[in-house]
């Protein structure tokens, strides 16, 4: 990982190909300063995006899992984005159970000519994760709470 | 895996904010790669060399560009590494170009993102599988979508070059917003004589199948074999045995409908044929304001119709159609002018739009071309055309230019002297865009020859004074307040998108901006095409247009379809879903959630297992995240390529012993 931990955290991006993706595009076209945090992983839909990626994302070390894709209505693929919204909604329920901060995941909509928009996503969200800080990450310290907890209750 | 890396300067473009050869150099270090590079224009001729020979000569198995967006460049990437013997997907881009040196200025976490994105392409690449693609047939017949000049325009190039075409018109003729027109700029061309001809050809051509009062419904299908549903709207009048001979428009006691085509300057019968040279030249019933339809008595058109063409107890109807490409051409609205209050929003009679102005000024409009004034039929002696309504005003959230609106303005004062040389024109203007052939040379004949008084500036508010309008503004030239006492005020009002366009973009599956206009593919390289394959742009419904424009991109948009028909089959995309057998328990959700219908069952050995159907899948994958087992894998979009994606990027920072 070549993040700089001291300006930067590693923020994780899943962006649908038709808009999400093309509006990044379209404020990169625009010259829309963003900060640099977010690295982009381009998907064919939204509703293509596994729960499963964002959870991997934030247990291995992500500060932030941003996902993006087209307004609901205007899907590509006419419904994925509502498979979309309910397996998301879901999994935001889902991560404090995982002891998991649900505020370092968000979802959003941005269509394909909405550079400016996506800039402000990028921004506010980007500005979010640094007032929660860096993820908590495992260590030594930790694993030894973990492991006395563990004995504990075996005793 | 030998994986080669090649990161492009574009220029300054990319290396202005990016350590390029830093990134290249520490590439080098990533699990798999065997070659690394930075080049100058990785998309030029000597670039795309570049890769080449480094394949033959490194023995490369695949290839990863660091450069602009794939949205861009991954086809022609996907080409050049064919060339050299692997197969096109077995190539990644990583975009740090507008992802990364465009958005920011900070040269060092520029380059810590831009090795990162290289570092995940690396990472999905090494999980890249060969993909082939299969073939399958086209139908070579292309649905229209608009009758207006860009519809009519692309119809004709099409059905010339020997294509089917059916064109689907909502109004009761074709002809859109041209046929209103009295004249066009910047030739004084009567419009109709123009447009006439064109609109009898679509009439008579044999491979044209014409659908007015018609809509489109649900499409579905893919690039090559849509199927669409088209509803023909109740016109309560047989077009077969209707010959447009008028004896009912002139005997019907109604008549006080809205007349539509004339921009409800005046009134007109329930029973019509909107204009002499309407094609189809059919009557239609407007059922709000038929007598026989909202009271149950009359029936008079039934009685003088020669060839007992009226049917009051007509339905809807639906026809299904299917083609291979589809154009859309559903043109423009006007801009609701009764916003400005300061206008009179609507309640000054002689405060009209300039599309009203065009039918008063038309010989075939309500007052036979003969100027006068709504409110009283005096001719007025003094019309001031106000520019810009609904354009390039940010406050009624229209900060676009509509283009040709100063062009119009331009020649309805010239035609307002010819009509009445007496009359005196005022223009208020922002500024005057005229960048067309021929424009600029027109815009000063109608100040210099035709008198024409340009004043500089917006008008502040209209108020009506004995039967005079004072229309006051500022001469921003000059400095100071005008007020110019007005017979007839002309607004010139600009265009946004079509009532029901984004509804009509859903059902295509293309993209729409916030205005409701529709996306073309990229701006300057793919004008007319949409990220939909098959789904083709013209005229106004991709961005205001004057009708040069509009029959350009009509005979664009048909010489794109004619390609795309040149071949018997086309080659369909192998990223689709494929189902491991083993994996799969037969549970069907996968055919639940797919919005295409692509799965079905399949007995495999006496047991139930999910099949994909080639040709209809169209790889978005909801069946892959859906699939309990991870049983059916979108193709170059698995989870151990976007996993690995997400691996290269997260890695948990302690590792767990559990000694």
Same mark, same amino acid.
């Given at each position: 990982?070549?993040?700089?931990?001291?300006?930067?955290?590693?923020?994780?991006?899943?962006?649908?190909?038709?808009?999400?993706?093309?509006?990044?595009?379209?404020?990169?076209?625009?010259?829309?300063?963003?900060?640099?945090?977010?690295?982009?992983?381009?998907?064919?839909?939204?509703?293509?995006? $596994?729960?499963?990626?964002?959870?991997?994302?934030?247990?291995?070390?992500?500060?932030?899992?941003?996902? #993006?894709?087209?307004?609901?209505?205007?899907?590509?693929?006419?419904?994925?984005?509502?498979?979309?919204?309910?397996?998301?909604?879901?999994?935001?329920?889902?991560?404090?159970?995982?002891?998991?901060?649900?505020?370092?995941?968000?979802?959003?909509?941005?269509?394909?000519?909405? &550079?400016?928009?996506?800039?402000?996503?990028?921004?506010?969200?980007?500005?979010?994760?640094?007032?929660?800080?860096?993820?908590?990450?495992?260590?030594?310290?930790?694993?030894?709470?973990?492991?006395?907890?563990?004995?504990?209750?075996?005793? | 895996?030998?994986?080669?890396?090649?990161?492009?300067?574009?220029?300054?473009?990319?290396? %202005?904010?990016?350590?390029?050869?830093?990134?290249?150099?520490?590439?080098?270090?990533?699990?798999?790669? /065997?070659?690394?590079?930075? !080049?100058?224009?990785?998309?030029?001729?000597?670039?795309?060399?570049?890769?080449?020979? /480094?394949?033959?000569?490194?023995?490369?198995? %695949?290839?990863?560009?660091?450069?602009?967006?794939?949205?861009?460049?991954?086809?022609?990437?996907?080409?050049?590494?064919?060339?050299?013997?692997?197969?096109?997907?077995?190539?990644?881009?990583?975009?740090?170009?507008?992802?990364?040196?465009?958005?920011?200025?900070?040269?060092? /976490?520029?380059?810590?993102?831009?090795?990162?994105?290289?570092?995940?392409?690396?990472?999905?690449?090494?999980?890249?599988?060969?993909?082939?693609?299969?073939?399958?047939?086209?139908?070579?017949?292309?649905?229209?979508?608009?009758?207006?000049?860009?519809?009519?325009?692309?119809?004709?190039?099409?059905?010339?070059?020997?294509?089917?075409?059916?064109?689907?018109?909502? @109004?009761?003729?074709?002809?859109?917003?041209?046929?209103?027109?009295?004249? !066009?700029?910047?030739?004084?061309?009567?419009? #109709?004589?123009?447009?006439?001809?064109?609109?009898?050809?679509?009439?008579?051509?044999?491979?044209?199948?014409?659908?007015?009062?018609?809509?489109?419904?649900?499409?579905?299908?893919?690039?090559?074999?849509?199927?669409?549903?088209?509803?023909?709207?109740?016109?309560?009048?047989?077009?077969?045995?209707?010959?447009?001979?008028?004896?009912?428009?002139?005997?019907?006691?109604?008549?006080?409908?809205?007349?539509?085509?004339?921009?409800?300057?005046?009134?007109?019968?329930?029973?019509?044929?909107?204009?002499?040279?309407?094609?189809?030249?059919?009557?239609?019933?407007?059922?709000?304001?038929?007598?026989?339809?909202?009271?149950?008595?009359?029936?008079?058109?039934?009685?003088?119709?020669?060839?007992?063409?009226?049917?009051?107890?007509?339905?809807?109807?639906?026809?299904?159609?299917?083609?291979?490409?589809?154009?859309?051409?559903?043109?423009?609205?006007?801009?609701?002018?009764?916003?400005?209050?300061?206008?009179?929003?609507?309640?000054?009679?002689?405060?009209?739009?300039?599309?009203?102005?065009?039918?008063?000024?038309?010989?075939?409009?309500?007052? =036979? =071309?003969?100027?006068?004034?709504?409110?009283?039929?005096?001719?007025?002696? !003094?019309?001031?055309?106000?520019?810009?309504? &609904?354009?390039?005003?940010?406050?009624?959230?229209?900060?676009?230019?509509?283009?040709?609106?100063?062009?119009?303005?331009?020649?309805?004062?010239?035609?307002?002297?010819?009509?009445?040389?007496?009359?005196?024109?005022?223009?208020?203007?922002?500024?005057?865009?005229?960048?067309?052939?021929?424009?600029?040379?027109? @815009?000063?004949?109608?100040?210099?020859?035709? %008198?024409?008084?340009?004043?500089?500036?917006?008008?502040?508010?209209?108020?009506?004074?004995?039967?005079?309008?004072?229309?006051?503004?500022?001469?921003?030239?000059?400095?100071?307040?005008?007020?110019?006492?007005? $017979?007839?005020?002309?607004?010139?009002?600009?265009?946004?998108?079509?009532?029901?366009?984004?509804?009509?973009?859903?059902?295509?599956?293309?993209?729409?901006?916030?205005? &409701?206009?529709?996306?073309?593919?990229?701006?300057?390289?793919?004008?007319?095409?949409?990220?939909?394959?098959?789904?083709?742009?013209? &005229?106004?419904?991709?961005?205001?247009?004057?009708?040069?424009?509009?029959?350009?991109?009509?005979?664009?948009?048909?010489?794109?379809?004619?390609?795309?028909?040149?071949?018997?089959?086309?080659?369909?995309?192998?990223?689709?879903?494929?189902?491991?057998?083993?994996?799969?328990?037969?549970?069907?959700?996968?055919?639940?959630?797919?919005?295409?219908?692509?799965?079905?069952?399949?007995?495999?050995?006496?047991?139930?297992?999910?099949?994909?159907?080639?040709?209809?899948?169209?790889?978005?994958?909801?069946?892959?995240?859906?699939?309990?087992?991870?049983?059916?894998?979108?193709?170059?979009?698995?989870?151990?390529?976007?996993?690995?994606?997400?691996?290269?990027?997260?890695?948990?920072?302690?590792?767990?012993?559990?000694?």
């Amino acid at each position: 990982m070549s993040a700089d931990n001291n300006t930067e955290l590693r923020i994780v991006g899943f962006l649908c190909n038709w808009c999400s993706y093309g509006g990044a595009d379209t404020a990169g076209v625009g010259r829309f300063q963003q900060p640099t945090d977010l690295r982009i992983i381009r998907v064919p839909c939204s509703g293509r995006i $596994d729960p499963l990626f964002v959870l991997k994302s934030l247990v291995n070390g992500a500060d932030g899992v941003l996902v #993006s894709g087209c307004h609901p209505r205007d899907c590509h693929y006419s419904e994925g984005n509502f498979y979309a919204r309910r397996r998301l909604e879901m999994l935001k329920r889902f991560l404090p159970i995982l002891g998991i901060d649900e505020r370092r995941f968000e979802y959003t909509w941005v269509s394909a000519s909405e &550079g400016q928009k996506w800039k402000t996503v990028v921004q506010t969200f980007t500005e979010h994760i640094h007032e929660l800080g860096p993820a908590p990450k495992l260590d030594a310290s930790l694993l030894k709470k973990a492991e006395a907890l563990n004995l504990t209750q075996a005793a | 895996m030998k994986i080669g890396v090649f990161v492009c300067h574009c220029g300054s473009n990319i290396a %202005g904010t990016v350590d390029v050869a830093s990134v290249a150099e520490q590439a080098r270090n990533l699990p798999n790669v /065997a070659f690394s590079t930075d !080049t100058m224009y990785t998309c030029s001729e000597p670039g795309q060399d570049e890769i080449v020979q /480094a394949i033959k000569e490194h023995g490369l198995d %695949g290839v990863v560009v660091a450069s602009c967006t794939p949205r861009m460049h991954e086809p022609t990437f996907r080409k050049t590494v064919e060339r050299a013997g692997l197969n096109r997907y077995m190539f990644e881009m990583a975009n740090i170009r507008e992802h990364v040196s465009w958005i920011g200025k900070d040269k060092e /976490a520029n380059t810590r993102k831009a090795l990162d994105l290289v570092s995940m392409a690396v990472a999905k690449l090494a999980n890249d599988r060969v993909l082939t693609p299969s073939k399958f047939d086209i139908n070579k017949r292309v649905l229209v979508i608009g009758g207006g000049v860009a519809g009519i325009q692309a119809a004709l190039d099409c059905a010339d070059g020997g294509l089917e075409v059916v064109l689907v018109e909502k @109004t009761s003729t074709i002809g859109g917003k041209m046929a209103k027109l009295d004249k !066009t700029f910047p030739t004084i061309d009567c419009s #109709s004589c123009i447009l006439g001809p064109k609109m009898v050809d679509v009439a008579q051509h044999p491979n044209i199948t014409l659908y007015a009062c018609s809509e489109v419904g649900d499409i579905s299908g893919y690039v090559g074999n849509f199927n669409v549903s088209i509803t023909k709207k109740a016109t309560y009048v047989d077009w077969d045995a209707c010959t447009g001979c008028g004896q009912c428009t002139e005997k019907c006691p109604s008549k006080k409908a809205t007349d539509h085509f004339n921009e409800e300057i005046g009134t007109t019968t329930a029973i019509n044929i909107p204009f002499p040279q309407a094609i189809p030249k059919k009557a239609s019933i407007d059922p709000e304001f038929c007598i026989k339809l909202t009271k149950g008595k009359c029936g008079v058109c039934e009685k003088v119709c020669p060839t007992q063409a009226i049917r009051y107890d007509q339905q809807d109807e639906k026809v299904e159609e299917a083609v291979g490409a589809i154009i859309v051409a559903t043109g423009y609205d006007l801009f609701d002018w009764t916003r400005y209050g300061e206008y009179g929003g609507g309640r000054y009679p002689d405060v009209i739009t300039s599309l009203q102005y065009e039918r008063l000024l038309s010989a075939s409009g309500p007052t =036979g =071309g003969h100027v006068t004034r709504p409110s009283d039929g005096k001719e007025p002696e !003094t019309v001031v055309f106000i520019q810009c309504v &609904g354009s390039r005003d940010k406050s009624v959230d229209r900060p676009y230019c509509s283009g040709f609106c100063c062009m119009y303005t331009a020649k309805q004062a010239i035609l307002t002297k010819d009509h009445m040389p007496e009359s005196q024109s005022y223009v208020f203007y922002m500024d005057i865009r005229a960048p067309g052939k021929m424009y600029d040379e027109f @815009t000063r004949r109608a100040m210099e020859e035709y %008198g024409t008084k340009y004043i500089r500036g917006r008008v502040a508010m209209i108020y009506p004074k004995g039967d005079k309008y004072v229309v006051r503004g500022s001469d921003t030239l000059l400095g100071t307040q005008v007020e110019v006492e007005a $017979d007839l005020v002309v607004l010139a009002v600009g265009a946004e998108a079509a009532k029901g366009a984004p509804q009509l973009a859903e059902k295509l599956r293309i993209s729409y901006d916030s205005y &409701g206009f529709y996306m073309e593919s990229h701006i300057k390289l793919r004008p007319v095409e949409t990220n939909t394959a098959g789904v083709y742009l013209a &005229g106004s419904c991709q961005g205001p247009k004057d009708i040069p424009a509009s029959v350009a991109q009509g005979s664009a948009a048909a010489s794109k379809v004619q390609n795309l028909f040149s071949r018997d089959q086309l080659e369909s995309d192998p990223q689709i879903s494929q189902v491991d057998i083993k994996r799969c328990i037969g549970c069907g959700k996968c055919i639940q959630t797919c919005p295409f219908g692509a799965i079905e069952e399949m007995d495999f050995r006496g047991a139930t297992k999910a099949h994909v159907i080639e040709t209809v899948c169209q790889g978005c994958g909801i069946c892959t995240s859906t699939c309990p087992q991870g049983a059916i894998q979108l193709q170059h979009f698995t989870d151990n390529q976007i996993l690995a994606e997400v691996n290269a990027l997260c890695q948990p920072t302690t590792i767990l012993n559990y000694e």
